[in-house]
Every structure is written in C-alpha cells, then in structure tokens.
C-alpha cells in the first residue's frame, strides 16, 4: 500500500496543513491559509508597540542578514535562514507576527522560556530572541536535512513492492533518539504535546543524521500529581492522543504520539485517518488500528509490540517513556550499533526500570492484526505497571 493508495489525489491527504493549534470541535474542517511573513519590520508601526513579550525592541537586521527565501511556513509565521554578521554561523530564524489573533502573548513567552531551558543535543537549541513592533524572531540552529515528514513522503512513495517505508534498523534510531528528547522533557516537566514527523528535522542530509525536535508552540510544564490534568484540546489530529480529547491527560499524550509516528515510519502512512479533522479524530477515539501483512510483513514482532504498547487507549497502560527506552527493541538496536561498554552501561542503568514483557509468541498470522480495545484480550498481553 502507498502513499497515494491511503490518499487519493482529490482527498485531502496527510500533510501539515492540518492544524496544528488549540483545536476547537466547532472549528471549520478546512485549514487556513497563512501569509508568508516578512523577515524584517517596519519599526515605525505601531500595530502592537505595546505588546512587549522580551522586555525591550530591537532590530534583528542588526546582527543577522536574513535570507528572503522562505525554508517553512506555519499557522503563525515563516521560517528562513539567516547568518550571524558577527561570526558568520549560519542559523534558523522563525518570524511569528504579533498581530495574529491565534498567538497569544503568555504563550509565545512560555514558548521561549521553555527553549531557553531546553539543553539536549535532540531538542533545537534557542540562539537568540529579537522582538519589533509587528514580530517576534526565534533565531535557533540551522537543520538542513528537512523534516522526518518529508522523508516519510519520500520512501513511502519508491517504495511500492511491500517493503518498509523506513528499515527498522533506521527507525529505531531516530526513535531512540526522540525518546531520548522526551525522556529529558519529561523528567523537567516539560510536555511537549506536538510530538509529529513535521516537529522532528534532520540536522543535515545524510542518512545517519541526528534528528532535532522543534517548535514548542503548544509545549507547557505540567507538575504532575501537584497539578490538575491537562484539559486543553491542543495537538495535530494524526498524532494526537484520545484522552486529550477527553480533555484529561498528562504527559503520556507525547508517548502515544510517538507511537504513531513509529507506525507511520515502518509503513509509510498514519495508523488514524480522515477525510477531516473531525473524521480523524473520531478514529482517534475508537483507538481502532491494522497492521495489514502487505505493508507489515517484513517488520518484526518487536517493532509491532513496540507500537501496540504506545498506542494504548488507556494511558495506564501505556508505555511510559522510561519503559519505552527500555523496550527489546530499542534495546536491541543499542547493542548492534553503540560500542560494547556504552551498550553495557545502558543496559545497567536501566535495571532498575520496569522490565517490558514482550509476548510475541501468541501473535495472529491471519492477513491483518486488529489492535485497539481488544488488543488485550486476542494476543493477551499483560497490562503495563
């Protein structure tokens, strides 16, 4: 099955336009169009010159050039490349107009606080922040081999003989290195809440890149067990979790999104879709989702226990991240590919974590596994502590 096969032409197929904000159910189904933002202001405008979220003005054609070029656009801004005057280093500059009525203040400065707090060689690193009258200016580093969307886009498109989308062997390594991020997020009380292939960009085109996590829009911290749970519907339909559209949830949303983003690297399409937004989230809350032996008859029984513990409808039976660190499969990707005493070291540090039980042996080899509420039941797996 291909890209196109789960998409047709006409379909309004999965990509970013799906919204990416503080999702209201009422909401229209089709997506905005965004206007290209300028990389420089006009200092004499007036429009929010009281609407201070750094603290002070500046001008940031001071001390970067900024390339014209358009790299990406949002809901809220563009972004472009740009180079230091000063030492020449090239870097990322993210421009995000005030005056759009969907970008709150608070949440614009809780975005940049929570990057200046990130220190974490898979989270991108905040440079610089320049405000004018009309924008705000995120400068970060540079990633200049693209989204992880774009390569799923990529390889589910050549590959139309049954093979996997990403090898496992590619997958469990970007996936190592995302739970890695998260883990470290978690641990500071950072949510992320928009965890998606679109959000994950390779540090440069090669094929063993790092990846980067970016774009902390909709991030916040959350004290958890001090604090209520999260009630506020945020998120991108393909990837968001079903208790975040109860409207009760906690940092477990992020595992379940890295679940679908695990699904979707090994087969090339979403685990949940829709015509609309609407229509995905209604698959979201049935939890309903195959493994169909064309596109998963290759993967390993690992990789799919992997994915059917993250997409847990319950997040008490959910992975933790802790867990999913120390699940067989990233495990076992560790010792093929990291030197023999960091292996050993890894897997000593993570004695003390809640081992995974994998039962592989009681899988079905009929021509499409269902998974979802009775996942439990049919292959008996034993619910996580």
């Known amino acids: 099955m291909t890209f196109d096969e789960v998409f047709p032409d006409d379909a309004i197929k999965w990509t970013s336009h799906f919204d990416s904000v503080p999702y209201d159910e009422k909401q229209a189904d089709t997506p905005t169009m965004v206007p290209i933002t300028p990389c420089y202001s006009n200092e004499s405008s007036t429009s929010s010159a009281d609407n201070f979220i750094t603290g002070k003005f500046s001008n940031i054609e ?13 809901h809220h801004g563009s972004v472009r490349a740009c180079i230091d005057r000063t030492n020449r280093r090239r870097h990322a ?52 081999g693209g989204e992880l969307f774009d390569k799923i886009v990529e390889k589910s498109s050549d590959n139309d003989d049954g093979a996997a989308c990403f090898t496992e062997d590619d997958a469990a390594r970007i996936m190592y290195q995302i739970l890695d991020a998260v883990s470290y997020m978690h641990k500071r009380g950072v949510v992320h809440r928009d965890l998606k292939p679109e959000n994950l960009l390779f ?17 916040r911290k959350h004290r958890e067990g001090l604090e209520p749970l999260m009630s506020t ?14 409207r009760k949830y906690d940092k477990s949303c992020d595992l379940w999104s890295v679940g679908v983003i695990a699904y979707t690297m090994l087969c090339g ?41 993250l997409l847990q409808k319950d997040p008490r039976k959910r992975m933790n991240v802790e867990q999913a660190l120390n699940h067989p499969w990233i ?31 009681g899988l079905s080899t009929r021509d499409s596994i269902i998974c979802g509420d009775e996942i439990e039941e049919r292959l008996k797996i034993p619910l996580l502590d």
């Open 233 to 246: 519907v945020v998120g991108t339909p393909y990837y968001i979790a079903p208790e975040v559209l109860k």
């Open 203 to 219: 540090e440069t085109a090669s094929e063993d890149s790092p990846i980067n996590i970016i774009d902390f829009g909709l991030s």
């Open 93 to 144: 500059v993210k421009s995000i107009r005030k005056s759009d009525p969907a970008v709150k203040p608070g949440g614009l400065a809780r975005e940049i606080k929570l990057l200046r707090e990130m220190k974490h060689h898979s989270v991108v690193r905040l440079v610089d922040v320049h405000e004018d009258a009309e924008y705000v200016h995120l400068v970060t580093d540079l990633c200049e």
């Open 269 to 309: 399409y979403p685990p949940f879709n829709g015509a609309n937004n609407s229509d995905v989230h209604a698959a979201v809350r049935r939890g309903r989702y195959r493994f169909p032996s064309a596109d998963w008859a290759g993967t390993s029984r690992e990789a799919r226990d992997f994915i059917r513990r």
């Open 331 to 361: 495990v076992q990707w560790i010792a093929n590919h990291v030197d023999t005493d960091a292996a050993t070291n890894y897997v000593e540090d993570r004695q003390h974590i809640s081992s995974v039980e994998v039962v592989l042996n």
């Open 62 to 74: 001071y001390k970067y050039h900024i390339d014209p070029r358009v790299l990406g656009s949002g």
